[in-house]
């Protein structure tokens, strides 16, 4: 009997990535992402990412860097030691925040935010609402290209210390927004930190971390967030972010040479995959229990290839993803 490979191949369309439009801090509008950095030291980063339509309006799995700042800006700040965050507010109390994922489990969504009342929403939209203030008064003190830092219209680095520093007029700084009397969480008006704290040693890791981005509408019934992506900060400083990513696993093509079978696939932008096979489709065993052939690449929606030797003369391969 001839040897045979047997699998399930599907097709998923391909998509094209283009560039999110920043914002302008300068004129900042409601529903701007802001994306901010600061480490406890001498400076925050303020960033304009563009309004949040452009990230809800992306595909399934489409990653988009963010072009609204430099890594090289992101030196006046830190990389390694800082803490970052993104989040915007609508003026109806709607609020988009992240959520920092585990330093162990990058490829696991986090649980999502829990909405809460308009009225509790808007007083963290309050208190996001004098960073751009902020920004834009430090903008001002420091024109953009003059003094120590490149400032643009997009994105700014800010003194620390916003309390009795004449440089702000009508905002405070990211941290002090952030902190204010409570010491976290918007002066304890939202549920939980929205912020990622990198390791000191981050930028020699060679990983990225991640932080899950959520769509909180005012409700009373406390419901969960709705889920719409993750940031993802590189060690050399830059960022980009990932629409609505899933997990589903598909073997795309197979092919057998000799002893070889070769095995195209792709995976998802997060979760953990596993190539497994039978050599009998009547296998008594739950396909989740088939042996593992080889834990398969991830954190892209790029085609992939790897290779099972087998002198099995029928084989039959499945993806299992958690």
């Not at 889920?227 to 990513?245: K, Q, R, W």
């Not at 088939?290 to 790029?302: E, M, Q």
Request: proline share 6%.
């Amino acid at each position: 009997m001839p040897n045979k490979t047997i699998g399930l191949i599907a097709l998923l369309a391909g998509l094209t990535a283009s560039e999110l439009m920043a914002g302008d801090l300068t004129s900042y509008a409601n529903g701007d992402v802001l994306i901010c950095f600061r480490n406890g030291g001498a400076n925050d980063l303020v960033v304009d990412a563009g309004q949040v339509s452009t990230f809800t309006n992306l595909a399934p799995n489409q990653r988009i860097p963010i072009t609204a700042y430099s890594p090289g800006l992101l030196q006046y700040v830190s990389t390694n030691s800082v803490s970052w965050s993104a989040f915007t507010w609508f003026n109806d109390g709607t609020l988009f925040a992240t959520k920092a994922r585990g330093t162990n489990s990058q490829s696991i969504q986090t649980t999502p935010w829990q909405d809460n009342t308009g009225g509790s929403q808007a007083n963290t939209a309050g208190r996001m609402g004098t960073i751009p203030l902020g920004a834009i008064d430090e903008a001002a003190y420091i024109p953009p290209g003059a003094g120590s830092t490149p400032n643009t219209s997009t994105a700014v680095v800010e003194a620390d210390l916003s309390s009795d520093n004449p440089d702000y007029v009508t905002g405070e700084s990211y941290r002090d927004a952030y902190l204010g009397g409570y010491g976290a969480n918007f002066n304890g008006t939202f549920r939980g930190s929205p912020e990622y704290t990198t390791t000191s040693t981050f930028t020699k890791s060679g990983a990225p971390v991640r932080a899950d981005f959520y769509q909180l509408t005012p409700t009373p019934g406390f419901g969960q967030g709705k889920y719409l992506g993750y940031f993802e900060l590189s060690t050399n400083g830059a960022m980009s972010y990932v629409a609505y990513p899933n997990a589903i696993p598909v073997i795309k093509s197979i092919s057998r040479q000799g002893n070889v079978n070769t095995i195209t696939y792709t995976t998802g932008t997060w979760g953990n995959y596993i190539l497994r096979s039978t050599n009998t489709v009547l296998s008594a065993t739950s396909k989740t229990n088939w042996p593992a052939v080889i834990t398969l690449s991830t954190g892209d929606v790029a085609a992939h290839i790897c290779t099972d030797t087998t002198t099995d003369p029928m084989k039959f391969y499945i993806i299992t993803a958690q």
